[in-house]
T-cell receptor, first 112, second 114 residues
């Protein structure tokens, strides 16, 4: 119930391509779905987040697509750049954000 | 603003030794969290606090204790370290406002238990 599944485990994309990472959850009480970006040796940092009352949110090259009925959400990185190479985590929370559950992460490599 | 800071950055312990990890935040946040990060497993919540003087168990609390005596500090203790506790530990904080407020993470503490 508390698990968040994430795929793929790793992703290699050419510069300028589209990177897509998918997540799925079970607990329908989750009401906040953030994506975090983590560079080696650093702590995760919030990239973009969405609530289930909208199906899509876009910030620059980053877009979250949300499918409430399927309990799935995904991160799309348009025009991927080598500087986007990092590990990406999806997460979910409910109960006023007292408890966050993270996916296992996706290591993205963008080739120049 | 320093944000979220963690002390120490690295530590090596022998099995059975004890230590305390310190997390400090200067954003006047109510919520604070301790996570551990292991390869292929993402971040797993150890303990969290919703305010000064309060703590609660997360997903993997066994072998750890926490205290939140001051609002700005959240301490994570290992009373008798085990090799299974070798990990990178992250502290995070978040303000009020429901589940929509951003969690701010510290830089992490890399702990090795021999």
């Amino acid at each position: 119930q508390q698990q968040v599944k994430q795929s793929p485990q790793s992703l290699i994309v050419q510069k300028g391509g589209i990177s897509i990472i998918n997540c799925a959850y079970e607990n329908t009480a989750f009401d906040y779905f953030p994506w975090y970006q983590q560079f080696p040796g650093k702590g995760p940092a919030l990239l973009i987040a969405i609530r289930p009352d909208v199906s899509e949110k876009k910030e620059g090259r980053f877009t979250i697509s949300f499918n409430k009925s399927a309990k799935q959400f995904s991160l799309h990185i348009m025009d991927s750049q080598p500087g986007d190479s990092a590990t990406y985590f999806c997460a979910a929370s409910g109960n006023y954000g007292q408890n966050f559950v993270f996916g296992p992460g996706t290591r993205l490599s963008v080739l120049p | 603003n320093a944000g979220v800071t963690q002390t120490p950055k690295f530590r090596v312990l022998k099995t059975g030794q004890s230590m305390t990890l310190l997390c400090a935040q200067d954003m006047n946040h109510e919520y604070m969290y301790w996570y551990r990060q292991d390869p292929g497993m993402g971040l797993r919540l150890i303990h969290y606090s919703v305010g000064e003087g309060t703590t609660a168990k997360g997903e993997v609390p066994d072998g750890y204790n926490v205290s939140r005596l001051k609002k700005q500090n959240f301490l994570l203790g290992l009373e008798s370290a085990a090799p299974s506790q070798t990990s990178v530990y992250f502290c995070a904080s978040r303000g009020w406002g429901g589940g929509g407020n951003e969690q701010f993470f510290g830089p992490g503490t890399r702990l090795t238990v021999l």
